[in-house]
């Protein structure tokens, strides 16, 4: 059974950083690409960042380019996301899935598997 458990989301001030980790289980980490999406209250799910087995491929969301950074540890079975300089429209809640699909990486339908999400709350 696969599992995705994601950690490291909180409250912080506009301007602040945070990092999310999200440890994966129950079948071949490194067969499978990486991706990060969130949440906001009263809006549809929106891809955020995703990256290759191998970190070969990494993709953002434009809003988030130049702040937040996506890295996996194989060895780890782990994918993080930096994020830096966040502002209150960042506030959501954030989930890593796992992508079992081959199409777009920026297509959730692509991910199998998801994690419970973790909240992020930036205040001004």
């Known amino acids: 059974q696969v599992q995705l458990v994601e950690s490291g989301g909180g409250l912080v001030q506009a301007g602040g950083s945070l990092r999310l980790s999200c440890t994966a289980s129950?079948?071949?980490?490194?067969?499978?690409?990486m991706g990060w999406f969130r949440q906001a209250p009263g809006k549809e799910r929106e891809f955020v960042a995703a990256?290759?087995?191998?970190?070969?491929?990494?993709y953002y969301r434009d809003s988030v380019k130049g702040r937040f950074t996506i890295s996996r540890d194989n060895a780890k079975n782990t994918v993080y996301l930096q994020m830096n300089s966040l502002k209150p429209e960042d506030t959501a809640v954030y989930y890593c899935a796992q992508r079992g699909g081959s199409g777009s990486h920026y297509s959730e339908v692509e991910y199998d598997y998801w994690g419970q999400g973790t909240q992020v709350t930036v205040s001004l």
């Open positions: 990256i290759s087995w191998n970190s070969y491929y990494i």
């Open positions: 129950g079948r071949t980490f490194t067969n499978y690409a």
